[in-house]
T-cell receptor, first 111, second 115 residues
Framework: GEDVEQSLFLSVREGDSSVINCTYTDSSSTYLYWYKQEPGAGLQLLTYIFSNMDMKQDQRLTVLLNKKDKHLSLRIADTQTGDSAIYFCAGLSGGSYIPTFGRGTSLIVHP | ETGVTQTPRHLVMGMTNKKSLKCEQHLGHNAMYWYKQSAKKPLELMFVYNFKEQTENNSVPSRFSPECPNSSHLFLHLHTLQPEDSALYLC??????????????FGPGTRLTVL
């Protein structure tokens, strides 16, 4: 099955770019996801990328996928204090219908 | 109501109590999930229902009992819990267990404390 790893914390200054990294183990993964969890809330899907793509951009968010290294990243441009949250990476193994989640990266944005 | 709702938002119970968590989705989805979120641990999948049929029980202790009376409602019945069961319980739904990205939509969770 899939195993997803990500660092636990990231601290950035407001206005800078944030890059959150994730590695996964299953080379047959079909979809990879980024979810955001704000305090006191459930997870919210931010974006996902299909495995035949290597980049996806959506406004301030850029997802990069390196299939060779099984590495996924989420770049947030012009990070704001409202971006402070926990970001979860998840992967969907080939043949599975339910994604496997990482432990989440706490993003702290300071003035 | 829109999206996925969960009640109650907070619950404190003793180890001998019986309580139930409720989840309702207003998205017309056919798959529903229970997850447990504990501090410093990965999100743990507990149960999955697809078109009201349970398709996954991830070795969850029998003191947790799910119920899915229809595709819009999901319950988690709790009985004789342990303090280590204290966690945030998240409900999610998706269109169905089928090919494609299977985007999951989460509720806000129930914060459970077992004394």
């Amino acid at each position: 099955g899939e195993d997803v790893e990500q660092s636990l914390f990231l601290s950035v200054r407001e206005g800078d770019s944030s890059v959150i990294n994730c590695t996964y183990t299953d080379s047959s993964s079909t979809y990879l996801y980024w979810y955001k969890q704000e305090p006191g809330a459930g997870l919210q899907l931010l974006t996902y990328i299909f495995s035949n793509m290597d980049m996806k951009q959506d406004q301030r968010l850029t997802v990069l996928l390196n299939k060779k290294d099984k590495h996924l990243s989420l770049r947030i441009a012009d990070t704001q204090t409202g971006d402070s949250a926990i970001y979860f990476c998840a992967g969907l193994s080939g043949g599975s219908y339910i994604p496997t989640f990482g432990r989440g990266t706490s993003l702290i944005v300071h003035p | 109501e829109t999206g996925v709702t969960q009640t109650p938002r907070h619950l404190v119970m003793g180890m001998t109590n019986k309580k139930s968590l409720k989840c309702e989705q207003h998205l017309g989805h056919n798959a529903m999930y229970w997850y447990k979120q504990s501090a410093k641990k990965p999100l743990e999948l507990m149960f999955v229902y697809n078109f009201k049929e349970q398709t996954e029980n991830n070795s969850v202790p029998s003191r947790f009992s799910p119920e899915c009376p229809n595709s819009s409602h999901l319950f988690l019945h709790l009985h004789t819990l342990q303090p280590e069961d204290s966690a945030l319980y998240l409900c999610a739904s998706s269109q169905a267990l089928a090919g494609g990205p299977n985007e999951q939509f989460f509720g806000p969770g129930t914060r459970l404390t077992v004394l």
